[in-house]
């Protein structure tokens, strides 16, 4: 063994990686432009990583003993395993160049080759590469980039933490590749990657690593391929190895993101050195905890208390947070004080946000402050709870004050919400919607986008001209109204059937409705990544909601008025806007959803009072919030699916409601998704090759379905015949008057060339499938 210490009694599971400034994100996209060449874009992200270990022991985590984890990433963590673990499946076996080349080829495709499909990080907001294995993929240790992040830490005098995804996770998460044979599953090639990982672990070991974090947030998921108690028994048969080898670091085993508390003790009993559990989202096996068991399952392990929520920004309670961790202290187990999970899923400093309101700002801890709400529950384990009292009753009063504040609490928006009835959430039956809706006159495999065009530097100067009052609304509203009719030309001129107005006006699909509904504030660095080089910033939901007026009639009406075919208007579903928001923690997710929900439903009567017949409700995160524990979920999908049904019930029979799903695992919400009762359901399709399909055919869907044949998250534009060949297979198992012809999801990240080559190839291969060719 190569490691001596316990971790200290602070540390976090990872951090924001971007960059406190988005660095990263433009060096990388520099990059793929030909702008800079590798060695300067692998010198800044050494800086990148060496700025952000002296950050984290600045704010007080100890440079020695492991407590920095090297969580950094060019793309996505889970393709980092795939690297680390040489398992490059045979369609990418002709790239050629470095190890970055490949990687990125994985992630985003080329012209020859399609990229991994991406899905959803577990019920967060975050996308993750999906590692094709089949029985013939190579597996080969590659440790070169972990070893080398390890020594660039040595040289600023700090003892960091390699972090990789477990191997329980990564295969459980992986799909079979095309050419696997019947009957496979990655998951069958456990031993093979352990030994990997082993080999992995040793090179760290032999490179001075003191500690190692796998992460295996399988454990607390009831939504991979098997049950949850088989994936403990693969966890501890996959430990038993990877514990048994004589030359490695000591082991972090993580079980974030949900409630391991029925697994705890038997994790404890694993040969690793330390085991973390969520303890925001979980809690603690109470029998257990009482009876001794979990102390004697922990004697020689460390248990990391994950107290501070690494999902949400609110300031932690940290008088609940202590008396937690004291339970585990007065056990007799040795505890360390510990965020829940990574911390990439929040914005960096609260600090950088000077225009947002003092006291909503006081409220907030981001990623800088959780540390610092870690470092100080660490100093109460070491010197007593007399020690952070000051900490913890400066929390109590600011929490206190929060409950309180104007806005939290609006008596019209409750009364309304209380208000509601099974009847507002239902519209006319379905053939009479079928007939009134002929009138449309949309054809069979109709074409459209899913909303946004390419959002030029243009349309982002002129936003932030208007911002900075360089330029009167006047000449803003001008501009936008000619961007509106260009997009409206462009796309009559492709051919498409149904039209968008571009969304040109909109800096966000969350964030723009968050401006303008009572209730939110908005911030102004508080990106977080989505997947890759894309990040978001979400908006704090932190009072009660509602709509003060109209924040789409005047675009989309005015779009309408530019052409006879029909103009999408164009929403965020209730259910997408709290999952990419912060909401408040202070009452029941349903209780918001429901505020929001009859904030859309009056914009839905408005803007079909200017005449828009056709709106569509975006709820790309419907699966993302679906919960971990399958106790939980039929309670979700019963709300969620109530709050868009609020939000567009009230639309007339002869109003034809769409909406939009992405990168989700579908067949898990098949009949959530029909309960949604729209009419016409689009969804991401073309990296999978038409998956959803099937489970669609199976259910019997028996509404319009838009499963996407053009993916917008790679810059490949793909040809008339690989659209028309993904068509075919869905109109194979989905009758055409059914099916629509769509990309996978808006275009705002795109550039137009690209835009306009793949939407023309889209038409030209729906135009081919609807003659019979």
Not at 17 to 41: C, F, H, M, N, P
Not at 145 to 160: N, P
Request: glycine share 8%; hydrophobic share 45%; proline share 5%.
């Amino acid at each position: 063994m190569t490691a001596t210490t316990h971790l200290p009694t602070a540390t976090i599971l990872g951090y924001p990686r971007l960059g406190r400034r988005r660095e990263l994100k433009r060096a990388i996209e520099s990059y793929w432009k030909g702008q800079i060449d590798e060695v300067t874009l692998q010198q800044t992200a050494r800086d990148l990583r060496a700025s952000t270990r002296a950050r984290l022991v600045e704010l007080g985590l100890p440079a020695a003993g492991g407590a920095v984890p090297e969580t950094f990433s060019f793309y996505d963590q889970v393709l980092d395993a795939t690297l680390a673990l040489g398992a490059i499946p045979h369609r990418f076996a002709d790239i050629s160049g470095s190890d970055l080349v490949t990687y990125f080829a994985l992630a985003r495709g080329d012209r020859d080759h399609q990229p991994l499909e991406m899905t959803k990080w577990f019920d967060t907001n975050y996308h993750y590469s999906v590692p094709e294995i089949d029985e013939r993929t190579p597996l080969a240790a590659n440790p070169a980039q972990l070893v080398a992040q390890l020594a660039e830490a040595a040289e600023q005098g700090i003892d960091s933490r390699p972090v990789l995804v477990g191997p329980v996770t990564y295969l459980l998460l992986a799909k079979a590749s095309d050419d696997a044979g019947e009957g496979f599953a990655p998951i069958d090639r456990l031993d093979e990657v352990v030994a990997v990982y082993g080999e992995l672990l040793a090179a760290l070991a032999g490179a001075g690593a003191q500690w190692v974090q796998l992460d295996e947030p399988a454990l607390v998921s009831d939504s991979l391929p098997v049950p949850r108690e088989q994936t403990l028994a693969l966890v501890e048969r996959a430990y038993a190895a990877i514990g048994a080898a004589s030359e490695r670091p000591r082991i972090l085993l993580t079980a974030p993101y949900g409630d391991a508390s029925a697994a705890l003790a038997r994790l404890g009993a694993l040969p690793v050195e330390a085991v973390q559990v969520d303890l925001v989202r979980g809690g603690l096996p109470e029998a257990e905890l009482a009876s001794g068991e979990l102390t004697a399952a922990f004697a020689g392990t460390q248990l990391l208390a994950g107290v501070v929520d690494g999902r949400n920004i609110w300031k932690t309670d940290l008088r609940a947070a202590f008396g937690n961790i004291e339970r585990l202290q007065r056990a007799g187990i040795s505890a360390v004080a510990a965020t829940s999970n990574s911390l990439q899923h929040v914005p960096h400093d609260v600090r950088d946000e000077t225009r947002l309101d003092a006291e909503l700002a006081s409220w907030l801890a981001f990623a800088d402050q959780k540390i610092e709400q870690v470092v100080i529950l660490a100093r109460g384990l070491a010197n007593g709870a007399a020690a952070i009292e000051a900490e913890l009753a400066a929390v109590d009063a600011i929490l206190a004050a929060r409950a309180g504040a104007s806005g939290v609490r609006v008596d019209e928006v409750r009364e309304r919400a209380d208000a509601v009835s099974g009847e507002d959430r239902e519209r006319a039956d379905e053939g009479e919607r079928r007939a009134a809706q002929q009138a449309l006159d949309i054809p069979e495999l109709a074409t459209t986008t899913i909303g946004s065009f390419p959002q030029t530097p243009e349309i982002r100067r002129a936003r932030a001209a208007f911002g900075r009052g360089d330029i009167a609304q006047e000449e803003y509203d001008g501009f936008l109204r000619a961007e509106i009719e260009r997009v409206i030309r462009l796309q009559e001129e492709i051919g498409l059937d149904v039209l968008v107005h571009g969304e040109a006006e909109r800096n966000d699909m969350v964030q723009y409705f968050a401006e303008l509904l009572d209730g939110f504030a908005v911030t102004e660095h508080g990106w977080v990544q989505s997947y890759g080089t894309r990040a978001t910033r979400p908006s704090i939901l932190w009072g009660d909601v509602s709509r003060p007026a109209p924040m789409t009639v005047a675009w989309s009406a005015y779009a309408q008025s530019l052409t006879d075919r029909p103009v999408k208007g164009m929403l965020t579903g209730p259910v997408t806007i709290l999952a990419w928001s912060f909401v408040r923690d202070d009452q029941p997710l349903a209780d918001t959803a429901t505020q929001v929900a009859l904030a859309l439903r009056d914009e839905i009567d408005d803007l079909v009072e200017a005449g828009i017949r056709i709106v569509q409700v975006d709820e790309p995160a419907l699966r993302e919030l679906l919960p971990l524990d399958a106790d939980r979920q039929a309670a979700y999908l019963g709300w969620s699916v109530g709050a868009f049904r609020l939000a567009t019930s009230g639309a007339a029979p002869g109003v034809q409601i769409h909406t939009h799903l992405c990168y989700s695992e579908f067949g898990e919400i098949i009949d959530a998704v029909d309960g949604l009762d729209a009419d016409v359901t689009s969804i991401e399709a073309a990296r999978s090759r038409m998956d959803v399909v099937e489970p669609l055919g199976e259910h019997g869907y028996a509404r319009g379905i838009g499963p996407g044949v053009y993916d917008i998250h790679s810059p490949r534009v793909p040809s008339v015949e690989e659209q028309q060949e993904l068509i075919r297979i869905a109109a194979a198992r989905i009758p055409g008057e059914q099916l629509w012809v769509n990309p996978d999801c808006g275009l705002k990240t795109r550039g137009y060339e690209e835009t306009v080559a793949s939407l023309t190839n889209l038409v030209h291969a729906a135009r081919a499938v609807r003659a019979g060719a």
